[in-house]
């Protein structure tokens, strides 16, 4: 009976346990944005289909990075999906709203993306993404600006060893020839 | 006068502070410093936030708010805020890329036979002084340098700051550079080209004690290129007493090897999936 005991507890226990791990799962898949990509017109590689789900992945992967890392001001969460010009320049501001008591955040609505340029090396692929980001700028408690829209980027990503970088990413006004 | 506007005279009147609006303008070129007049009297708190800066100084209300050179040397969307102590007024720029200045090239492959269709391919990079993606199109130039002959040239027009190119590699084996060159930038890059496989492979036999010593002529490739020393060539002759293939790396542009042979024996030769002549001997009984 004791033992019957004992090992309904140590069942009920793990089942707990395999929930909260489920659980922290589905969490972190929860707050990755979400990413569209279409390489339709991409040239003059083609993309092959492992490479777009990657870019699609670590593009997310860098997207809630930066929100993460604007809001609490911590630079060093640039240096999964971050390099280059990229990676410098967001650390640059971040280091300038620390000093400043500013910070950023980021209420992400997703990513229409369309990959159009594949190098025939594979060394560099660029991206226009259609991101609908609601972007909060604060002193402290105090909103500084907010907007909600549609932003375009145009982001040049580049592989490492078992990722894809964002090796830079630029805010466009005019995006109407893309 | 309805009561909104008798409410703002009111205030006007009485000497209350609203936040000034800011007039940025549209589009800057980047590290092009610029000014923007403020209305109303007063401290104010000014804050400008860009892809690689996020600035907070007091201003003066009713004085021009200077925004540095080096505070927009980064390319993409600005907020400029202005805060009084209860409310905000906020606009947004954009900051654009200047002329060309800058260029990074990635040339790829480093090692390529000679002769070869598309075998060399190039990406270039267009970027201003403050390695801004340059999107308004410009034009790149590949140089690319040979030995012997004069220099090659491809011109791209750059798209949304890239410009490449893919070309076949040069019949003459050595060292080849490739300039890209956008107005003043230029970046070289050397690849090394090699020669490609052996070309009509001729061999001539010669007896010798043990058998038959069998050795190539100097081993080339179509371009006229020396086979590189080391490169495997396979002998197989063919007797009486079956099947012998016998491999020898290039020495010196020659490969040579001895074959036993029994009495008359075809012997050919092979480099790669190349083959080269037949020939027959008769050998020692």
């Given at each position: 009976?004791?033992h019957?005991?004992?090992?309904l507890?140590a069942?009920?226990i793990?089942?707990?346990?395999?929930?909260?791990?489920?659980?922290?799962?589905?969490?972190?898949?929860?707050?990755?944005?979400?990413?569209?990509?279409?390489?339709?017109?991409?040239?003059p590689?083609?993309?092959?289909?492992?490479t777009g789900r990657?870019?699609?992945?670590?593009?997310?992967?860098?997207?809630?990075?930066?929100?993460l890392?604007?809001?609490?001001?911590?630079?060093?969460m640039?240096?999964d999906?971050?390099?280059?010009?990229?990676?410098?320049?967001?650390?640059?501001?971040?280091?300038?709203?620390a000093?400043?008591?500013?910070?950023?955040?980021?209420?992400?609505?997703?990513?229409?993306?369309?990959?159009?340029?594949?190098?025939?090396?594979?060394?560099?692929?660029?991206?226009?993404?259609?991101?609908q980001v609601?972007?909060r700028?604060?002193?402290?408690?105090?909103?500084?600006?907010?907007?909600?829209?549609?932003?375009t980027y145009?982001v040049?990503?580049?592989?490492?060893?078992?990722r894809?970088?964002?090796?830079?990413?630029q805010?466009?006004?005019?995006?109407?020839?893309? | 006068?309805s009561?909104a506007?008798?409410?703002?005279?009111f205030?006007?009147?009485?000497?209350v502070?609203?936040?000034?609006?800011?007039?940025?303008?549209?589009?800057?070129?980047?590290?092009?410093?610029?000014?923007?007049?403020?209305?109303?009297?007063?401290?104010?708190t000014?804050?400008?936030?860009?892809?690689?800066?996020?600035?907070?100084?007091?201003?003066?209300l009713?004085?021009?708010?200077?925004?540095?050179?080096t505070?927009?040397?980064?390319?993409?969307?600005y907020?400029?805020?202005?805060?009084?102590?209860?409310?905000?007024?906020?606009?947004?720029?954009?900051?654009?890329?200047g002329?060309?200045?800058?260029?990074?090239f990635?040339?790829?492959?480093?090692?390529?036979p000679?002769?070869?269709?598309?075998?060399?391919?190039?990406?270039?990079f267009?970027?201003?002084k403050?390695?801004?993606?340059?999107l308004?199109?410009?034009?790149?130039?590949?140089?690319?340098?040979?030995?012997s002959?004069?220099p090659?040239?491809?011109?791209?027009?750059?798209?949304?700051?890239?410009?490449?190119?893919?070309?076949?590699?040069?019949?003459?084996?050595?060292?080849?550079?490739?300039?890209?060159?956008?107005?003043?930038?230029?970046?070289?890059?050397?690849?090394?080209?090699v020669?490609?496989?052996?070309?009509?492979l001729?061999?001539?036999?010669?007896?010798?004690?043990?058998g038959?010593l069998?050795?190539?002529?100097?081993?080339?490739?179509?371009?006229g290129?020396?086979?590189?020393?080391?490169?495997?060539?396979?002998f197989?002759s063919?007797?009486?007493n079956?099947?012998?293939?016998?491999?020898?790396?290039?020495?010196?542009?020659?490969?040579?090897?001895?074959?036993?042979v029994?009495?008359?024996?075809?012997?050919?030769?092979a480099?790669?999936?190349?083959?080269?002549?037949?020939i027959?001997?008769?050998?020692r009984?």
């Amino acid at each position: 009976m004791k033992h019957r005991r004992l090992l309904l507890s140590a069942a009920l226990i793990f089942a707990v346990l395999c929930a909260v791990a489920g659980r922290i799962r589905v969490l972190a898949a929860e707050g990755l944005p979400d990413v569209r990509l279409n390489a339709d017109s991409i040239a003059p590689r083609s993309i092959e289909e492992l490479t777009g789900r990657n870019v699609t992945r670590d593009y997310a992967y860098a997207w809630r990075d930066l929100a993460l890392a604007l809001n609490r001001n911590q630079k060093g969460m640039l240096n999964d999906y971050f390099t280059g010009f990229a990676k410098d320049d967001f650390a640059n501001r971040i280091a300038d709203q620390a000093r400043s008591g500013l910070r950023t955040q980021y209420v992400d609505h997703g990513h229409k993306v369309k990959a159009f340029f594949y190098s025939i090396d594979g060394s560099a692929m660029q991206l226009i993404d259609q991101a609908q980001v609601e972007v909060r700028i604060l002193d402290g408690d105090k909103v500084v600006h907010q907007e909600n829209g549609t932003q375009t980027y145009l982001v040049l990503m580049t592989p490492g060893a078992d990722r894809w970088f964002v090796r830079s990413i630029q805010a466009l006004n005019n995006a109407s020839d893309f | 006068m309805s009561v909104a506007h008798r409410v703002l005279s009111f205030l006007v009147l009485a000497g209350v502070a609203f936040a000034a609006e800011l007039h940025p303008p549209a589009q800057v070129t980047a590290g092009s410093g610029f000014s923007m007049p403020t209305s109303g009297s007063g401290d104010a708190t000014f804050y400008l936030i860009g892809p690689s800066v996020a600035i907070k100084k007091t201003v003066h209300l009713g004085q021009e708010v200077k925004v540095d050179a080096t505070e927009v040397e980064t390319a993409g969307k600005y907020v400029a805020s202005l805060c009084s102590s209860d409310n905000c007024s906020s606009s947004t720029f954009y900051v654009v890329a200047g002329a060309p200045d800058r260029l990074s090239f990635m040339l790829h492959p480093s090692r390529v036979p000679v002769s070869e269709p598309n075998a060399i391919n190039g990406t270039a990079f267009v970027f201003d002084k403050f390695y801004n993606l340059v999107l308004n199109p410009s034009t790149v130039n590949f140089q690319v340098v040979q030995r012997s002959g004069p220099p090659l040239n491809h011109t791209v027009k750059a798209a949304h700051g890239v410009a490449w190119m893919r070309m076949p590699s040069t019949p003459k084996e050595g060292p080849v550079k490739v300039i890209a060159t956008v107005q003043s930038a230029n970046e070289p890059r050397v690849i090394q080209q090699v020669a490609s496989d052996a070309c009509h492979l001729r061999i001539k036999a010669s007896r010798t004690a043990k058998g038959v010593l069998v050795e190539t002529d100097p081993v080339r490739d179509c371009s006229g290129n020396a086979v590189p020393d080391g490169t495997v060539v396979s002998f197989t002759s063919v007797d009486s007493n079956g099947k012998t293939t016998v491999d020898a790396p290039i020495k010196k542009g020659i490969a040579r090897a001895e074959l036993p042979v029994s009495g008359t024996a075809r012997i050919s030769v092979a480099s790669g999936v190349v083959m080269g002549n037949e020939i027959t001997v008769g050998g020692r009984s």
